[in-house]
């Protein structure tokens, strides 16, 4: 069983829907969860960072952490061609240094 | 300035050549990061530095050499590599405790 779960998708939707995108994990020593949004040939770029449990919202992103599930969301409102891309969800626990855990990645295609 | 800058961004090197991939940042993080990613993967981690000393190798094979020069500066030095070494390179930096901040990527080919 992988430490960090994720659905690879691919997932395509219509333009303005409400994307909802989840990672689930078994190691209850994860400290801090993140999302990074990946286009094609580029590094990853960090959207959302959470430490507790609860939501957070930037914009038209809201990332919930349920730490007693072990489970983790990104939300995406009004979504836009331009997010089309793949997220990653990414955990770390700390051994000496900040070691990052990635799920697999989800394809999402926004279409117009 | 959240920037995290990768050279060259792309390499095509042979099997019996050295090269070094280069990675600076200026966020006066004091902890930086090899990532190792191939095609509809997600990141694998090899290296951690932290105050310029090697923290974590994730069982990384010895034709990868990275190093620390000072706290803004990593280097993974490539030698006798392999075509499956054939991958996007990823730096990246933080904090000790905090978001990771990744570059672009070198894309390196080995033939």
């Known amino acids: 069983q992988k430490e960090v779960e994720q659905d690879p998708g691919p997932l395509s939707v219509p333009e303005g829907a409400i994307v909802s995108l989840n990672c689930t994990y078994s190691?209850?020593?994860?400290?801090?969860f993140m999302w990074y949004r990946q286009y094609s040939r580029k590094g990853p770029e960090l959207l959302m960072y959470t430490y507790s449990s609860g939501n957070k919202e930037d914009g038209r992103f809201t990332a919930q952490v349920d730490k007693s599930s072990k489970y983790i969301s990104l939300f995406i409102r009004d979504s836009q061609p331009s997010d089309s891309a793949t997220y990653l969800c990414?955990?770390?626990?700390?051994?000496?240094?900040?070691?990052?855990?990635f799920g697999q990645g989800t394809r999402l295609t926004i279409n117009p | 300035d959240t920037e995290v800058t990768q050279t060259p961004k792309h390499l095509v090197m042979g099997m019996t050549n050295k090269k070094s991939l280069k990675c600076e940042q200026h966020m006066g993080h004091r902890a930086m990061y090899w990532y190792k990613q191939k095609a509809k993967k997600p990141p694998e981690l090899m290296f951690v530095?932290?105050?310029?000393?090697?923290?974590i190798n994730e069982s990384v094979p010895s034709r990868f050499s990275p190093e620390c020069p000072n706290s803004s500066l990593l280097n993974l030095h490539l030698h006798a590599l392999q075509p499956e070494d054939s991958a996007l390179y990823l730096c990246?930096?933080?904090?000790?405790?905090?978001?990771?901040?990744f570059g672009e990527g070198s894309r390196l080919t080995v033939l």
């Open positions: 190691n209850s020593a994860f400290q801090y």
């Open positions: 990246a930096s933080s904090h000790l405790l905090g978001e990771l901040f």
């Open positions: 990414a955990m770390s626990l700390i051994q000496g240094a900040q070691k990052l855990v």
């Open positions: 530095y932290s105050y310029e000393k090697l923290s």
